[in-house]
């Protein structure tokens, strides 16, 4: 392969996410506001779970829930299934993300969750699913054109599902009215915390004079 057509070719995997994580705006719908409620009249905590590179979409999007103001953390499918659902209890909600759907150790965790009184809510390709159907609010995110290379490796799936977390994260933190001031407290270290001033906030959200 020549340089150019390397480059080509590099730039045609970047054209093709990128067009899969703008098709989710307008896959936004009714379900995206039944989790933001959710979450938001939440009383427990939320844990975000997945498996494979769903498990790392699952710790950044829980990861970024925190750091926007919703307590929350990622827990693995199969370490909950070794005793760490006992940290589960009545009122929290989980977060279950399997493209397929059919991961045994992620509906396993999920339906013991639902025994505790957990709330599930299934991020997935395919609503009719075993997890689809046995969540209390299933979201149906599906890749557009070739974001996913054979429709088998999951690159663009996890930047949709990724975009997706990102927008109820921001929501949130709107709805909240959680502001600079309190991102920054629990985000002392790095550069953030190094922060002492910040231009204009995102709509709904008050920013603070200095860190």
């Not at 930047?159 to 407290?185: C, F, H, K, P």
């Amino acid at each position: 392969m020549s340089h150019e057509a390397t480059l080509e070719a590099a730039r045609a995997v970047v054209r093709n996410e990128g067009a899969a994580v703008l098709a989710v705006a307008d896959q936004l719908d009714d379900s995206f506001i039944e989790v933001v409620d959710l979450l938001q009249s939440c009383t427990g905590k939320v844990f975000v779970t997945g498996s494979g590179t769903s498990g790392a979409t699952a710790r950044r999007m829980a990861h970024l829930l925190a750091v926007c103001g919703t307590p929350s953390t990622f827990i693995h499918p199969m370490d909950a299934l070794h005793g760490t659902m006992g940290a589960l209890a009545a009122g929290d909600v989980l977060i279950s993300i399997s493209r397929g759907g059919e991961s045994a150790e992620i509906n396993d965790f999920s339906t013991r969750a639902q025994r505790r009184s957990v709330s599930v809510v299934a991020l997935t390709a395919e609503p009719e699913s075993t997890l689809g159907r046995l969540a209390d609010v299933t979201v149906t995110l599906i890749t557009e054109g070739e974001g996913d290379p054979g429709g088998v490796i999951a690159m663009g799936s996890t930047l949709v599902t990724s975009v997706w977390g990102d927008a109820l994260a921001n929501i949130l933190m709107r709805r909240r009215g959680y502001g600079w001031d309190q991102v920054l407290e629990t985000h002392p270290a790095g550069a953030v915390g190094q922060i002492t001033d910040l231009p204009d906030p995102l709509t709904g959200i008050d920013a603070p004079a200095s860190a």
